[in-house]
């Protein structure tokens, strides 16, 4: 079975599930203001041989300088730079996809392409080197990666990172792109 998926490096953004709390005054009183409280339920249910994005590849904020450099966040959340590129706070986090095979089974998994670019403001940027948080960590391409199901109940889920190539004086803004992974149940 073969499914693809195409992703944006950036955060989903995620439509609320309103649930509104009715509250009466059980007293005689002035009239006061309520807030009414919102909260998210979201659920995914799985079918056999499938997989899904869990959260977008986010490179966090960064802060460009007149030098070329990069940001790189690992599989595991930690995010280094190189060059002109500063991290600007802690944020940034690696994309995730889980998805449900059965125990042992082999999957392929391979990128739509070895680097994208990413659209903005300023000039584009590229994403190169995804790397999966496997054990041990590999560099995703478009040629496949094979893989076993290591879980009693065939339930995975793996990280992905890459490094972003920030140009001297880039604009700042938000920029996006997608990419492409695709797995193949063997």
Do not use: C, W
Not at 8 to 20: D, E, F, M, T, Y
């Amino acid at each position: 079975m073969r499914t693809s998926h195409i992703f944006r490096p950036l955060r989903a953004q995620r439509g609320p599930a309103a649930i509104a709390l009715l509250l009466a005054s059980f007293a005689a009183s002035p009239a006061l203001a309520q807030n009414a409280t919102q909260g998210e339920a979201e659920v995914i249910v799985l079918r056999p041989l499938s997989f899904f994005k869990v959260n977008d590849l986010d490179f966090g904020s960064i802060i460009a300088s007149g030098t070329a450099g990069t940001v790189r966040l690992q599989p595991d959340g930690t995010r280094t730079r190189t060059g002109g590129a500063t991290l600007a706070g802690n944020d940034g986090e690696p994309a995730r996809f889980a998805g449900l095979g059965t125990p042992n089974r082999q999957v392929n998994i391979s990128l739509g392409a070895n680097s994208i670019f990413i659209t903005g403001p300023g000039t584009r940027m590229r994403v190169r080197d995804f790397e999966i948080g496997s054990t041990p960590t590999a560099i995703l391409s478009t040629t496949p990666t094979r893989f076993t199901i290591t879980s009693a109940l065939g339930n995975y889920n793996f990280p992905v990172g890459a490094t972003l190539e920030v140009g001297a004086n880039q604009t700042p803004g938000d920029y996006s792109g997608t990419f492409t992974i695709t797995l193949n149940y063997l």
